[in-house]
Each structure stands twice: as structure tokens, then as C-alpha cells.
């Protein structure tokens, strides 16, 4: 028996951190959304006591680093499941993007194994499963929208936005999470009006969602990537509606109402970068059937 699971990108429409906690982590406060820029993972019974991951990219581990991997060592160890599994990773999603492609496979692989091992989870549960393994995964059980607060795991789902077109475009290089976190000082940062972000989706205002487009980690990407401000810069001037980096970077993205535009910004950044995507907003929650 396979298991299929879509692995849907999330892209951040505002992004602020608050400060940073006794453990370590930062609190956060962001609105999240899906695209349709997704991973497929297939998931395959195994007789032996063993986990076996493979991935279509070379740039992702295949061992215990891996988020997926994780996942299913958390869930047997768990639910005392004594067989094993194999998991397909076939990516789309570029690799330390700041689109949590890591984060949605793993979420994908648990809702996936929670089929295979006829375990009759619920979202909630496999969310928290989900916390263990990191703080974008949660989110990613559920996908959809959703304001996201604590380290990221605490999920309060949002109505989807009014749909448009997204275009992503990520330069030839990777950023670290961590050290984006690092290096942010939070007494120097411009934050994000976040309730400005969740009234103009409760609203459904598409110029408003797009003139609160916000996120604190972008000043210290963008001082460190220059490539990041002229992708920003290009999809304005050829007529993005909205444009924001996700995450820690270095993807970049645009909110395009007009399809009639999707093509020219398309075409444009393509010449100047290797991954560029056109998709819609997913925005509805993913169904556990």
C-alpha cells in the first residue's frame, strides 16, 4: 500500500518577533498562508524495523537529520509501531528557502503515516506531534492561514485571502535560519502591523492585505543578500501588487491580483535568478481524508 501527501509551501503575509524567551527560542507573532508550490511524499509499509528516506534533491540528508525522518521515529516510538516505513521525498520546493519545505514535509509524511498506521488522529493531535519536531510544523499539519504565536506552534486558524496569484523567486543562495535570528537586534527593526494583516483578510481587502505586508527578519536578510532588495526591487517596478520576503529568505514573493501581469514578472526574473515559480494561494485548511 502507497500513501501520497501533497507538501504545500507557506509563504509569510507578516512576520514579528517580539523578543527572545529563557529557552532560547524568539516569540513570534505571524500570519502564515499555503501555495500551490508543493512536495509530493510517498509513503510505503515496510515488514523490517527500519525507516528508509529518499529524496529526488541531493542538497537534503537522508538520515536522522532529516525532518521527515524525525517524524516517523517520533510517531513509532509513540504509537509502539514495531514495522517499518519508507519515505519518498519527490522536491519542488527549494531547499532553505524560507518556505518551510523541510517543516511541510515532515508535516505531510505525519499525516500520511497517520493513514498508513490507521491511527484515527485528529488535526489537533498530529499538530501536536508535529511541536516536537519543529516550530513551522504545526502550521503545516493544518496549512491553510493562520496567525501563528508562541515559537511558531501555537495555531489560530484564518479565513483563507481572497485569491491571486503568487510569484516566488529565490536567488542562487541559502540562508540560515539561526543566524538570521542571531543577528536580528529588535530595538533597531520596523515591526509589522500584524492586526493590520489579519482585519484586512477578515475583510477580504486585497490592497490592504497588501499594504501590510510586513516581516523584521528581512532588514538582516537583506543587508547580507543585496540580490534579495533587487528581486523586491524588479517585481515592484514590473507591477507586483505586493511583495515581501518569507521567512528568514531568501525567497522573495509577489501578490499579483491580474493573471495578464503573472507573465511579464515571470519572465523578467527568470533572467535573473534560478527559481522562479507562478502559483495561486492555496489559503483553505488540508483535509485529514
Keep these: 500500500m502507497k500513501i501520497i501527501e501533497k507538501a504545500p509551501a507557506k509563504i509569510n503575509l507578516a512576520l514579528d518577533v517580539l ?9 513570534v507573532r505571524m500570519v502564515m498562508t499555503t501555495v500551490d508550490l508543493a512536495d509530493r511524499i510517498e509513503l510505503e509499509h515496510l515488514q523490517e524495523d527500519h525507516i528508509i528516506v529518499h529524496s529526488t534533491s541531493s542538497y537534503i540528508p537522508e538520515d536522522q537529520r532529516n525532518l521527515a525522518y524525525q517524524a ?19 522536491k519542488e520546493i527549494p531547499v532553505a528557502a524560507g518556505l518551510a519545505g523541510g517543516s ?6 505525519i499525516r ?7 491511527l484515527r488522529l485528529s488535526t489537533r493531535e498530529l499538530m501536536a506531534i508535529g511541536e516536537k519536531i519543529g516550530s513551522d510544523v504545526p502550521f503545516c499539519i493544518q496549512g491553510g492561514t493562520a496567525i501563528a504565536t508562541g515559537r511558531g506552534e501555537k495555531i489560530e486558524r484564518l479565513p483563507a485571502p481572497p485569491p491571486c496569484w503568487v510569484i516566488l523567486a529565490k536567488p542562487n543562495v541559502s540562508v540560515s535560519t539561526a543566524e538570521t535570528y542571531r543577528d536580528l537586534r529588535l530595538d533597531n527593526v520596523t515591526h509589522p502591523n500584524v492586526d493590520g494583516m489579519i482585519q484586512a483578510i477578515m475583510t477580504q481587502d486585497f490592497d490592504r492585505i497588501c499594504n501590510h505586508l510586513g ?19 524588479l517585481m515592484v517596478r514590473m507591477g507586483a501588487d505586493g511583495v515581501l520576503m518569507s521567512g528568514s529568505g531568501p525567497t522573495v514573493f509577489g501578490l499579483i491580483r491580474h493573471e ?3 507573465n511579464r514578472i515571470y519572465n523578467s526574473l527568470k533572467g535573473f535568478c534560478p527559481n522562479v515559480f507562478g502559483v495561486r494561494l492555496l489559503g483553505s485548511p488540508i483535509s485529514l481524508e
Design 19 to 27: 523578543n527572545k524567551r529563557p529557552d532560547g527560542y524568539h516569540e
Design 72 to 90: 516517523a521515529e517520533v510517531m513509532k516510538k509513540q504509537f509502539g509501531i514495531d514495522s517499518g516505513v519508507s519515505i519518498k521525498i519527490i
Design 104 to 109: 511541510s514535509d515532515a508535516a505531510a509524511t
Design 112 to 118: 500520511g503515516l497517520n493513514r498508513l498506521w490507521n
Design 215 to 233: 516581516n523584521v527578519l528581512e532588514s538582516v536578510t537583506v543587508k547580507k543578500r543585496h540580490d534579495v532588495a533587487q528581486i523586491k526591487s
Design 260 to 262: 495578464s501581469r503573472l
